[in-house]
Protein backbone atom coordinates (compact mmCIF):
# COMPACT_ATOMS: atom_id res chain seq x y z
CA UNK A 1 0.00 0.00 0.00
CA UNK A 2 1.36 3.49 -1.08
CA UNK A 3 1.01 6.46 1.29
CA UNK A 4 0.37 10.02 -0.27
CA UNK A 5 0.73 11.98 2.69
CA UNK A 6 -0.11 16.26 2.64
CA UNK A 7 0.97 18.45 4.93
CA UNK A 8 0.10 22.36 4.88
CA UNK A 9 1.88 25.48 7.21
CA UNK A 10 0.85 28.28 7.86
CA UNK A 11 2.58 31.11 9.75
CA UNK A 12 1.18 34.45 10.59
CA UNK A 13 2.42 36.97 12.51
CA UNK A 14 -0.43 38.15 15.28
CA UNK A 15 1.14 41.23 17.13
CA UNK A 16 4.85 40.04 18.38
CA UNK A 17 3.93 36.23 18.13
CA UNK A 18 4.19 34.04 15.09
CA UNK A 19 1.24 31.86 14.52
CA UNK A 20 0.78 28.89 12.84
CA UNK A 21 -1.64 26.16 11.59
CA UNK A 22 -1.36 22.96 9.92
CA UNK A 23 -3.75 20.89 8.07
CA UNK A 24 -2.58 17.06 7.66
CA UNK A 25 -3.82 13.94 5.21
CA UNK A 26 -1.62 11.16 5.99
CA UNK A 27 1.00 10.15 7.52
CA UNK A 28 2.47 13.52 8.19
CA UNK A 29 2.16 16.15 10.50
CA UNK A 30 4.04 18.57 13.21
CA UNK A 31 4.36 18.41 16.99
CA UNK A 32 3.56 21.22 19.03
CA UNK A 33 4.58 25.20 18.59
CA UNK A 34 7.71 25.97 20.86
CA UNK A 35 9.05 29.22 21.11
CA UNK A 36 12.45 28.77 22.45
CA UNK A 37 13.93 32.03 21.44
CA UNK A 38 10.73 34.45 22.13
CA UNK A 39 7.25 34.34 20.77
CA UNK A 40 8.41 36.07 17.15
CA UNK A 41 9.84 33.04 16.01
CA UNK A 42 8.03 29.63 15.84
CA UNK A 43 9.94 26.44 16.29
CA UNK A 44 8.11 23.14 14.26
CA UNK A 45 9.16 19.85 14.12
CA UNK A 46 7.68 17.43 11.12
CA UNK A 47 6.72 13.75 11.91
CA UNK A 48 6.74 11.15 9.60
CA UNK A 49 5.78 8.03 11.68
CA UNK A 50 5.93 5.17 9.55
CA UNK A 51 9.76 6.04 9.36
CA UNK A 52 10.58 5.62 5.83
CA UNK A 53 9.13 5.95 2.30
CA UNK A 54 8.81 3.57 -0.37
CA UNK A 55 8.44 3.50 -4.11
CA UNK A 56 4.84 4.63 -4.77
CA UNK A 57 5.20 6.78 -1.67
CA UNK A 58 4.37 10.59 -2.08
CA UNK A 59 5.11 13.31 0.75
CA UNK A 60 4.08 17.14 -0.35
CA UNK A 61 4.99 20.12 1.97
CA UNK A 62 3.29 23.05 1.84
CA UNK A 63 4.76 26.11 3.85
CA UNK A 64 3.10 29.32 3.30
CA UNK A 65 4.52 32.39 5.56
CA UNK A 66 3.16 35.67 5.97
CA UNK A 67 4.49 38.78 6.03
CA UNK A 68 6.91 39.34 8.64
CA UNK A 69 6.15 35.75 10.15
CA UNK A 70 9.64 33.55 10.90
CA UNK A 71 9.86 29.67 11.28
CA UNK A 72 12.18 27.20 11.57
CA UNK A 73 11.12 23.77 10.60
CA UNK A 74 13.18 20.30 11.28
CA UNK A 75 12.61 16.94 11.81
CA UNK A 76 13.54 14.69 14.31
CA UNK A 77 15.55 12.17 12.30
CA UNK A 78 16.67 11.12 9.25
CA UNK A 79 14.15 10.76 6.16
CA UNK A 80 14.92 7.18 4.57
CA UNK A 81 14.26 6.02 1.09
CA UNK A 82 13.90 2.47 0.93
CA UNK A 83 14.17 -0.18 -1.93
CA UNK A 84 11.66 -0.18 -4.48
CA UNK A 85 10.30 -2.56 -6.59
CA UNK A 86 9.69 -0.43 -9.52
CA UNK A 87 7.81 2.73 -8.51
CA UNK A 88 9.49 6.06 -7.50
CA UNK A 89 9.09 7.38 -4.48
CA UNK A 90 8.29 11.51 -4.07
CA UNK A 91 9.16 13.94 -1.92
CA UNK A 92 8.29 17.79 -2.20
CA UNK A 93 8.27 20.97 -0.36
CA UNK A 94 6.82 24.08 -1.75
CA UNK A 95 8.20 27.29 1.09
CA UNK A 96 6.02 30.27 -0.17
CA UNK A 97 7.04 33.74 1.79
CA UNK A 98 5.13 36.77 1.67
CA UNK A 99 7.19 40.45 2.10
CA UNK A 100 9.71 40.20 5.54
CA UNK A 101 8.91 36.79 6.12
CA UNK A 102 11.92 34.16 7.55
CA UNK A 103 12.03 30.77 7.42
CA UNK A 104 14.73 27.95 8.27
CA UNK A 105 14.12 25.11 6.64
CA UNK A 106 16.64 22.86 8.48
CA UNK A 107 15.16 18.81 8.15
CA UNK A 108 18.04 16.20 9.09
CA UNK A 109 19.49 13.71 6.86
CA UNK A 110 18.24 12.01 3.96
CA UNK A 111 19.38 8.37 3.15
CA UNK A 112 18.70 6.43 -0.01
CA UNK A 113 19.00 2.80 0.33
CA UNK A 114 20.52 0.33 -1.77
CA UNK A 115 18.05 0.21 -4.79
CA UNK A 116 15.72 3.30 -3.89
CA UNK A 117 14.11 4.29 -6.42
CA UNK A 118 13.35 8.54 -5.04
CA UNK A 119 12.95 11.83 -5.68
CA UNK A 120 13.34 15.05 -3.60
CA UNK A 121 12.21 18.90 -4.20
CA UNK A 122 12.20 21.89 -2.87
CA UNK A 123 10.54 25.05 -4.46
CA UNK A 124 11.42 28.53 -2.95
CA UNK A 125 8.67 31.19 -3.54
CA UNK A 126 9.71 34.30 -2.02
CA UNK A 127 8.64 38.03 -2.58
CA UNK A 128 10.71 41.45 -2.01
CA UNK A 129 11.41 41.11 1.33
CA UNK A 130 11.86 37.62 2.31
CA UNK A 131 14.31 35.24 3.23
CA UNK A 132 14.79 31.74 3.52
CA UNK A 133 17.66 29.79 5.01
CA UNK A 134 17.46 25.78 3.92
CA UNK A 135 19.70 22.65 3.78
CA UNK A 136 19.83 19.18 1.89
CA UNK A 137 21.83 16.39 3.76
CA UNK A 138 21.91 13.68 1.70
CA UNK A 139 23.85 10.25 2.02
CA UNK A 140 24.20 7.49 -0.28
CA UNK A 141 23.71 4.06 1.00
CA UNK A 142 25.19 3.34 4.46
CA UNK A 143 28.50 2.94 4.39
CA UNK A 144 29.72 2.45 8.34
CA UNK A 145 26.76 -0.63 8.12
CA UNK A 146 28.24 -1.84 4.83
CA UNK A 147 25.41 -1.34 2.73
CA UNK A 148 26.66 0.32 -0.29
CA UNK A 149 24.65 2.12 -3.08
CA UNK A 150 25.13 0.04 -5.87
CA UNK A 151 21.77 -0.24 -7.68
CA UNK A 152 19.14 2.52 -7.53
CA UNK A 153 18.69 6.24 -8.93
CA UNK A 154 17.97 9.15 -6.80
CA UNK A 155 16.88 12.58 -8.46
CA UNK A 156 17.62 16.10 -6.26
CA UNK A 157 16.04 19.41 -7.61
CA UNK A 158 16.60 22.76 -5.18
CA UNK A 159 14.94 25.92 -7.13
CA UNK A 160 14.50 29.64 -6.91
CA UNK A 161 12.88 30.47 -10.20
CA UNK A 162 14.45 33.23 -11.74
CA UNK A 163 17.57 33.40 -9.62
CA UNK A 164 18.81 29.28 -9.13
CA UNK A 165 18.21 25.74 -10.14
CA UNK A 166 20.06 23.02 -8.92
CA UNK A 167 18.79 19.48 -10.23
CA UNK A 168 20.59 16.81 -11.00
CA UNK A 169 19.82 12.63 -10.95
CA UNK A 170 22.48 10.16 -9.73
CA UNK A 171 22.21 6.67 -10.87
CA UNK A 172 23.78 3.70 -9.05
CA UNK A 173 25.37 2.75 -12.76
CA UNK A 174 27.32 6.07 -12.81
CA UNK A 175 30.43 4.82 -11.66
CA UNK A 176 32.27 8.25 -12.98
CA UNK A 177 29.98 10.29 -10.99
CA UNK A 178 30.03 8.31 -7.67
CA UNK A 179 33.30 7.12 -7.83
CA UNK A 180 35.57 9.62 -10.65
CA UNK A 181 38.01 12.27 -9.34
CA UNK A 182 35.92 15.17 -11.14
CA UNK A 183 32.56 13.47 -9.20
CA UNK A 184 32.07 12.67 -5.83
CA UNK A 185 35.56 10.39 -5.92
CA UNK A 186 33.88 7.52 -3.45
CA UNK A 187 32.66 10.05 -0.84
CA UNK A 188 28.85 9.62 -0.32
CA UNK A 189 27.53 12.45 1.57
CA UNK A 190 26.69 15.10 -0.49
CA UNK A 191 24.94 18.63 1.96
CA UNK A 192 23.89 22.08 0.31
CA UNK A 193 23.25 24.91 2.60
CA UNK A 194 21.68 27.86 0.67
CA UNK A 195 20.50 31.40 1.69
CA UNK A 196 18.36 33.14 -0.61
CA UNK A 197 16.61 36.24 -0.78
CA UNK A 198 13.28 37.83 -2.36
CA UNK A 199 15.49 40.51 -4.18
CA UNK A 200 19.12 41.10 -4.76
CA UNK A 201 21.35 40.91 -1.62
CA UNK A 202 22.80 44.13 -0.77
CA UNK A 203 26.61 43.46 -2.06
CA UNK A 204 28.33 44.05 1.75
CA UNK A 205 25.59 41.46 3.48
CA UNK A 206 26.51 39.00 0.21
CA UNK A 207 30.19 39.20 0.96
CA UNK A 208 29.44 39.26 5.05
CA UNK A 209 27.56 35.96 4.16
CA UNK A 210 30.22 34.49 2.04
CA UNK A 211 32.90 35.63 4.55
CA UNK A 212 31.60 33.80 7.36
CA UNK A 213 31.46 30.55 5.54
CA UNK A 214 34.63 30.83 4.92
CA UNK A 215 35.60 31.08 8.51
CA UNK A 216 33.97 28.57 9.37
CA UNK A 217 35.35 26.16 6.09
CA UNK A 218 39.09 27.38 7.40
CA UNK A 219 39.52 25.42 10.01
CA UNK A 220 37.15 22.30 9.05
CA UNK A 221 38.62 19.11 8.47
CA UNK A 222 36.19 18.82 5.57
CA UNK A 223 37.64 22.30 4.03
CA UNK A 224 39.31 20.96 0.87
CA UNK A 225 36.00 19.31 -0.15
CA UNK A 226 33.78 21.80 0.81
CA UNK A 227 33.04 25.95 -1.31
CA UNK A 228 30.84 28.53 -0.45
CA UNK A 229 29.89 30.70 -3.64
CA UNK A 230 26.81 33.07 -4.72
CA UNK A 231 25.39 31.90 -8.25
CA UNK A 232 23.29 34.52 -8.44
CA UNK A 233 22.22 37.87 -6.54
CA UNK A 234 19.63 36.71 -4.75
CA UNK A 235 21.81 33.01 -3.53
CA UNK A 236 24.58 32.09 -1.30
CA UNK A 237 25.27 28.32 -1.23
CA UNK A 238 27.59 25.97 0.27
CA UNK A 239 28.66 22.90 -0.89
CA UNK A 240 29.90 20.07 0.91
CA UNK A 241 31.39 16.15 -0.08
CA UNK A 242 31.73 14.07 3.34
CA UNK A 243 32.74 10.38 3.68
CA UNK A 244 29.90 9.90 6.53
CA UNK A 245 27.35 12.22 8.03
CA UNK A 246 28.18 13.35 11.24
CA UNK A 247 31.08 16.29 10.13
CA UNK A 248 29.00 17.53 7.40
CA UNK A 249 25.91 17.77 9.86
CA UNK A 250 28.68 19.84 12.30
CA UNK A 251 29.91 22.04 9.54
CA UNK A 252 26.37 23.05 8.41
CA UNK A 253 25.41 23.73 11.79
CA UNK A 254 28.08 26.02 12.69
CA UNK A 255 27.88 27.78 8.71
CA UNK A 256 23.85 28.15 9.83
CA UNK A 257 24.45 30.02 13.09
CA UNK A 258 27.14 32.47 11.10
CA UNK A 259 24.34 32.84 8.96
CA UNK A 260 21.96 33.69 11.20
CA UNK A 261 24.45 35.92 13.65
CA UNK A 262 25.69 37.56 9.63
CA UNK A 263 21.98 38.02 8.03
CA UNK A 264 19.98 38.95 10.80
CA UNK A 265 21.29 39.39 14.19
CA UNK A 266 20.23 36.41 15.58
CA UNK A 267 22.46 33.74 17.94
CA UNK A 268 21.97 30.27 17.01
CA UNK A 269 19.19 28.79 18.99
CA UNK A 270 19.66 25.28 17.21
CA UNK A 271 16.21 23.52 17.76
CA UNK A 272 16.26 21.05 20.56
CA UNK A 273 15.54 17.88 18.99
CA UNK A 274 19.11 18.01 17.21
CA UNK A 275 20.49 17.41 21.15
CA UNK A 276 18.69 14.10 21.70
Not at 32 to 46: A, M, N
Not at 94 to 113: D, S
Not at 186 to 198: K, P, Y
Amino acid sequence: MSWHAKLALHYRRDGARTTAHDRHEGPLRVLQRLYPEGEGICHHVVVHPPGGVVGGDRLDIDARLDAGSHAVVTTPGATRFYRSAGEWAHAHARLVLAEGARLEWLPLETIVHRAALASNRVDLDLAPGAEAMGWDLLALGLPASGEAFDAGSFVQHLELPGAWLERGRIDAADTALLDGAPGFAGRRVLATLWFAAGQPLDPARRDALLDAARAELDADPLAATAGATAPHGRVVVLRVLAQRVEPAFALLVRVRAAWRHAAWGLAAHPPRVWRT
